[in-house]
C-alpha cells in the first residue's frame, strides 16, 4: 500500500508542479493575464509543501519524483498541448519510472 501512496502522491506534486509552472508560461509566452500569477504562486506552495509530506530524506524524494515528473509532463504534452507522444517519449517515460522504483523501494539497511 505504500507503494501506492508514495505513487498517487508524486502523481499530485507533479500536477501542482507543472500548473505552477504552465501558468506563468502563459502570462509570459502566449499574452495570459499578469493575474495567473497568483494560481501559480498558489500552486508551487502546494508543490513544495505535497513534497515535504514524503517520510523519506529530502534528496531521495527529489530524485524520485523527477521519474513521475516526466511522466506527468509528457501526459501534459499528450492532454494539454495536443502533440501525440512518441515510442521514445514512452521509453524514457519506462526508463524514469525503472530508475524512481529503485531509489524510493529499494530495500534499506
Not at 506534486?13 to 509570459?28: F, S
Not at 507522444?85 to 524510493?104: E, K, L, N, R
Amino acid at each position: 500500500m505504500f507503494e501506492y501512496k508514495t505513487i498517487a502522491l508524486f502523481a499530485v506534486t507533479a500536477l501542482a508542479e507543472i500548473v505552477g509552472c504552465y501558468l506563468p508560461y502563459l502570462w509570459l509566452r502566449q499574452s495570459g493575464s499578469v493575474w495567473l500569477l497568483i494560481p501559480a504562486a498558489f500552486s508551487l506552495a502546494l508543490f513544495a509543501w505535497l513534497l515535504s509530506l514524503h517520510p523519506e530524506a529530502s534528496g531521495r524524494v527529489y530524485a524520485a519524483y523527477g521519474g513521475v515528473y516526466v511522466a506527468a509532463a509528457i501526459g501534459w504534452l499528450w492532454l494539454v498541448d495536443g502533440i501525440k507522444p512518441t515510442v521514445w517519449d514512452a521509453a524514457g517515460v519506462a526508463c524514469t519510472f525503472v530508475g524512481m522504483g529503485i531509489i524510493m523501494f529499494a530495500p534499506r539497511a
